[in-house]
């Protein structure tokens, strides 16, 4: 299969949603997977991942509901909260919905030594009795934790989103490749090629600005551990979807076949248990 392993569904809601700032209109709006089903197969794509935009089981359960319906919506990465007490009942529970794959927090939005402190690496770690997978979200200043935490829990399988939103508008590559080289060395991690549009020049971006990173990203994770991802509908903010695929398939081209349907596909199937 070839899969869209990053992208989100929502009925917009201004107050839960005020992380889309004025600067985002373009996706203030409902995006459902009736938008989508057109665009995937525009692109020959069979599938995605339909990744937690807020933080709440309310959310987890309504990715649920949108992958029960639309044979599009191949498996669910939602939210738990990962520091509650009764964290292993709700696994439990959640446990009965094959669609869950795995789950993620917003934790960008958190202090930097967020995925560090030891209850949340305790709760991360319950994932792996469930065989549940852990998306890490962050800035750049927050990749020592997640290098703590990687390191702390070997037994998730992890997968960085969005390259851990590398400074592209700057062109700054050295201090975030420091900390992405140590945390590629743990084999129990993987990379998402998504999310680059959005952290280079919105209105100003080439697809060279990308490359630097994606020739670091091939370097340190290798061809089997690098999953595509679109990061629709917030991608659109930046560029459309045939914009952000062809980014990567374009730096894939001299890759050849094999590595092209690793990347845009078989590596996300592997890595979530997709059918």
Sequence with gaps: MTIDAHQHFWHYDPVRDSWITDDMTAIRRDFLPADLEPVLAEHGIDGCVAVQASQSEEETLFLVNMAQNYDIVKGVVGWVDLQSPTLNDRLEAFAT?????????????????????????????????????????????????????????????????????????????????????????????????SGLVTEGDWQNWSKKDFFPYLDFAFEAFGPDRLLYGSDWPVCLVAA??????????????PWGADVRAKVMGENAVKFYGLS
């Excluded at 065989?131 to 020592?144: E, G, S, V």
């Design 97 to 193: 919905y094959k669609e869950i794959k795995g789950f993620r927090h917003v934790a960008q939005a958190e202090p930097d030594d967020f995925l560090a402190t030891p209850a949340v690496i305790q709760g991360i770690r319950q994932l792996a009795a469930f065989d549940l997978t852990y998306d890490i979200l962050i800035y750049p200043t927050q990749l020592k934790a997640a290098l703590q935490l990687v390191r702390a829990v070997p037994e998730v399988n992890f997968v960085i989103d969005h390259l851990a939103k590398p400074y592209v508008k700057k062109q700054e590559i050295t201090r975030w490749s420091n900390f992405m080289t140590e945390i590629a060395k743990n084999s129990n991690v993987s990379c998402k090629l």
């Design 240 to 253: 459309n979807y045939t914009q952000v695929k062809n980014v990567i398939e374009d730096y894939l081209l």
